[in-house]
């Protein structure tokens, strides 16, 4: 079992930037491929980026490429992703997410997620 804590979330002004971090319990980070997706209100929840598991591989959404970049730190069993430029319409919750096999994406089912932190942008 992987326990996922996310944290870095919190208000921004329209153009600002935020970085959130995902911990994970387990030395076996490194196993798992990883992902954010995110949720606002009355919506369904979207992939926002995924990350293999040496960190070489990266994906992301069309609504958040260029703005948005995934990292991970395998020694520190964390993940970031680094948010700029931020928008209203970025506002969600944002979730951690891991997978055992294969890779994190939109049609992907994570086998692992966190509980979410808050993301609000003001115009």
């Known amino acids: 079992q992987v326990r996922l804590v996310e944290s870095g979330g919190g208000l921004v002004q329209t153009g600002g930037s935020l970085r959130l971090s995902c911990v994970a319990n387990?030395?076996?980070?490194?196993?798992?491929?990883m992902g954010w997706f995110r949720q606002a209100p009355g919506k369904e929840r979207e992939f926002v980026a995924g990350?293999?598991?040496?960190?070489?591989?990266?994906s992301y959404g069309d609504l958040v490429k260029g703005r948005f970049t995934i990292s991970r730190d395998n020694a520190k069993n964390t993940m970031y992703l680094q948010m700029s430029s931020l928008k209203p319409e970025d506002t969600a919750v944002y979730y951690c997410?891991?997978?055992?096999?294969?890779?994190?994406?939109?049609?992907?089912?994570?086998?692992?997620w966190g509980q979410g932190t808050q993301v609000t942008v003001s115009s």
């Open positions: 997410a891991a997978r055992t096999l294969g890779l994190i994406s939109p049609t992907s089912t994570p086998d692992y």
């Open positions: 387990r030395d076996t980070f490194s196993m798992y491929a």
């Open positions: 990350i293999n598991r040496s960190g070489g591989i990266t």
